[in-house]
């Protein structure tokens, strides 16, 4: 059974900076592109950043390039999304979740596997 196990969120300023971890088990973690996305209270999940395999190759929300960075190490079966420059409007609820293959993708329907999410709150 595939887990994944996101940590690191919290309260910080605008302007700060959080890095999200996501521990996965039960396949093979380096065999899957793995994503992150986040949902704000009262809105839809949108895609924030996705990475690839072997960490090669990653994407990234408009919203969120240039502030944020996403990377694997698959020594240890985690994923991170270090988000720097945090804004308000980046609160909300940030998903981990792996890909159906290898590749990274921007739709949710791609993904397979989901974290239960950690709450990140900005504060102004």
């Known amino acids: 059974q595939v887990q994944l196990v996101e940590s690191g969120g919290g309260l910080v300023q605008a302007g700060g900076s959080l890095r999200l971890s996501c521990a996965a088990s039960g396949r093979t973690f380096s065999s899957y592109g793995m994503g992150w996305f986040r949902q704000a209270l009262g809105k839809e999940r949108e895609f924030v950043a996705a990475?690839?395999?072997?960490?090669?190759?990653?994407t990234y929300a408009d919203s969120v390039k240039g502030r944020f960075t996403i990377s694997r190490d698959n020594a240890k079966n985690t994923v991170y999304l270090q988000m720097n420059s945090l804004k308000p409007e980046d609160t909300a609820v940030y998903y981990c979740?792996?890909?159906?293959?290898?590749?990274?993708?921007?739709?949710?329907?791609?993904?397979?596997?989901w974290g239960q999410g950690t709450q990140v709150t900005v504060s102004s």
């Open positions: 990475i690839n395999w072997s960490g090669g190759s990653t």
């Open positions: 979740a792996s890909h159906r293959d290898s590749g990274l993708g921007t739709r949710a329907l791609r993904y397979d596997y």
